[in-house]
């Protein structure tokens, strides 16, 4: 889940095992850009290991959840990391929760916090926010539940819909097998699989790309095959039918805004319209924009992490129009209400204030 609400304070951040050291403010403003970006606040060094990365973050009111990829075959360092940002120039972990493995997404609903990681999907209890507490799981692990081969099925995201979680798991196979569990959790201490359904997808020969998916209602859109982004509807009875497929530019990292879907790799954005379900097309793409890790959008701004931290006019959606900078390079960015989480490659939480 990558969400944002419209707001004149950004919060760009990194977390770390430590305390918060208060920084001097400092302003960072490209040329010719609309925006510029004043740093507030930094926790240094949040990531569990050299290694690690944030995958996503979700904020509450004022609290931040975090999830780490570690770019190493040992999962010591997988946890989720909980900060109070109250004070955004003095940000403070509340608390950590170690999972099985590397967390790829996370969603929030209410004082639930659903994990999805390279061993499956979790449910934590957030209501005592020092305290995260594991409440119920489903593990991939166990081969007569998960479906289970040579390879490791990885758990690459978690929708929540009511007392169902629709999980899209891939396995890495040639050609590549992915899908989508739907799980009720209607007793989160004992989250059970009552459907399944199998998607194959060619790639490029010798490329084995990790499946991405957002959500827009009852709406699937996954990205996998060579820039080609599949449109799936869910129907009451859990059931997936495929209903239109779009050529993009780039496969990668998306989020939907409205009527728009946002597409982002390291060649670059595409913008593609869904307006229409049944006959989504792309509208324009730039590999001028440089390379995206993490994207966040809000009704008027799309904030791209990367090399940099871009941020992109969404009231112009013919043109890909930058208008605004944060020169640090990045993996995660995230935001609620005013505040914007950016998770950067110095493994720092920074939080900044957007001034026009």
């Known amino acids: 889940m990558r969400k944002l609400i419209a ?3 950004i919060l760009i951040s990194i977390i770390a095992f430590g305390g918060c050291e208060k920084d001097e403010q400092e302003t960072n403003d490209p040329e010719n850009n609309t925006l510029s970006l004043v740093l507030k606040g930094t926790i240094e060094n949040m990531a ?6 944030a995958t996503d973050m979700i904020i509450k009111n004022s609290t931040v959840y975090i999830g780490f990829w570690s770019d190493t075959e040992n999962d010591e360092g997988a946890h989720m990391r909980i900060v109070d940002i109250t004070d955004i120039q003095n940000p403070v972990q509340i608390s950590q929760y170690s999972t099985l493995d590397w967390v790829d997404d996370i969603e929030l609903v209410e004082n639930n916090l659903y994990l999805g990681h390279y061993q499956g999907f979790e449910i934590l209890d957030v209501s005592i926010l020092s305290s995260p507490i594991l409440i119920g799981a489903n593990y991939s692990t166990n081969s007569t539940v998960w479906p289970h081969n040579t390879t490791q099925p990885f758990v690459k995201s978690v929708k929540i819909m009511g007392n ?3 999980v899209l798991y891939w396995l890495i196979e040639s050609p590549s097998i992915c899908g989508f569990k739907t799980i009720n ?3 989160k201490t004992s989250p059970t699989i009552i459907a399944d359904t199998t998607f194959v997808v060619q790639q490029i020969p010798n490329e084995q790309r990790q499946p991405t998916c957002v959500w827009s209602q009852d709406y699937a859109f996954i990205s996998l095959s060579p820039n080609t982004v599949s449109i799936y509807q869910v129907d009451n009875n859990h059931f997936f039918t495929k209903i239109s497929e779009c050529n993009t530019s780039v496969v ?3 989020i939907c805004n409205g009527n728009y879907l946002y597409i982002g790799e390291a060649s670059g954005l595409s913008i593609i319209d869904i307006t229409d379900k049944f006959n989504p097309y792309e509208i324009v793409s730039s590999s001028e924009i440089g390379s995206v890790n993490g994207m966040s959008v809000s009704d008027s701004c799309l904030f791209l992490a990367g090399e940099t931290l871009r941020v992109i006019n969404c009231n112009n959606t013919n043109k890909i129009e930058k208008i605004g900078e944060y020169q640090k390079s990045g993996t995660t960015v995230c935001s609620f209400n005013s505040k914007i989480c950016y998770f950067t490659d110095e493994h720092d939480l920074e939080i900044l204030e957007i001034e026009n």
């Open 7 to 9: 707001g004149s304070i």
């Open 48 to 53: 569990p290991r050299q290694e690690d990365h």
């Open 164 to 166: 169902i979680a629709y």
């Open 185 to 187: 959790i209607e007793n």
């Open 252 to 254: 990668g990292n998306m």
